[in-house]
């Protein structure tokens, strides 16, 4: 009988360093050997999907928490937030603070918080997000999207807000929230927003108490200097990110 597979990406497929491993190299080539139908379902975009997943074998994807599904060459769906619910979510996370990234199917807008934070991140964990780093380099914007499927951000414990005050802010608004994980990030309120069209968008409203900050999680990253080095192919797309020279910029080793 064949089966339709909905595989995850981190942690399912990809191990920390951001490689499939052996195991799950034969287990994926296994069941489309069998003759069933992989999918990827993943929060991630499109631009941080690489290459050698697809080579796997999948036939589609489900992106950004639903918010874009393609199976094969067909889009079945792309839903985004225009350019005015883009600005307006910007703005608040600005206000509080925050670190963001918009994710699109062609491309990745990071907000100069984001970029900075994540780089510094990707230096201090022995590399193991230099291959993303490189990867999306190349789909690295500047300033806002037209359009885009989901937002991902993160609310420093530091600024004195929490995920409380983003729903609030945008408690009328069109958009879905879910908390994530901040272990990684640091002391921190992590979350996503995306548009309520998106088929994997939980139901329940941003008031509900499952949709409550997550508790912050202490990690080296919170207490080392501001100034490691980011990927090389990242810092040649955002010189105006990192605010300092381009030449500065290096990958440590």
Request: proline residues 9%; glycine residues 10%; charged residues 20%.
């Amino acid at each position: 009988m064949t089966r339709l597979v909905f595989l995850d990406v981190d942690g399912t497929l990809i191990d920390h360093s951001q490689r499939v491993p052996a195991s799950a190299q034969e287990a994926v080539r296994a069941a489309v050997d069998a003759g069933h139908v992989l999918m990827l379902c993943t929060g991630r975009a499109i631009p941080e999907i690489y290459p050698d997943i697809w080579d796997l074998g999948f036939t589609g994807i489900v992106a950004s928490n639903g918010a874009y599904v393609r199976l094969g060459a067909d889009v079945l769906t792309d839903v985004r937030l225009d350019a005015a619910q883009v600005a307006e979510v910007s703005g608040v996370l600005d206000d509080l603070g925050a670190h963001y990234v918009w994710q699109s199917p062609d491309a990745m807008h990071p907000s100069a918080g984001f970029a900075q934070a994540f780089t510094e991140l990707a230096a201090l964990t022995g590399g193991q997000w230099d291959r993303y780093l490189d990867y999306i380099a190349d789909y690295t914007r500047e300033g806002l999207p037209e359009s885009s499927s989901k937002c991902t951000f993160t609310v420093p414990s530091a600024t004195g807000h929490d995920l409380s005050d983003v729903t609030g802010a945008l408690a009328a608004a069109p958009y879905r929230l879910a908390p994530g994980y901040g272990g990684w990030w640091g002391p921190g309120y992590p979350g996503s927003w995306w548009p309520t069209g998106s088929q994997r968008a939980p139901a329940s409203p941003a008031s509900s108490p499952t949709w409550g900050p997550t508790s912050p999680i202490r990690s080296p990253w919170a207490t080392r200097p501001t100034t490691s080095p980011c990927s090389p192919r990242l810092a040649r797309r955002l010189p105006w990110v990192m605010g300092r020279p381009r030449r500065r910029l290096r990958r440590r080793g």
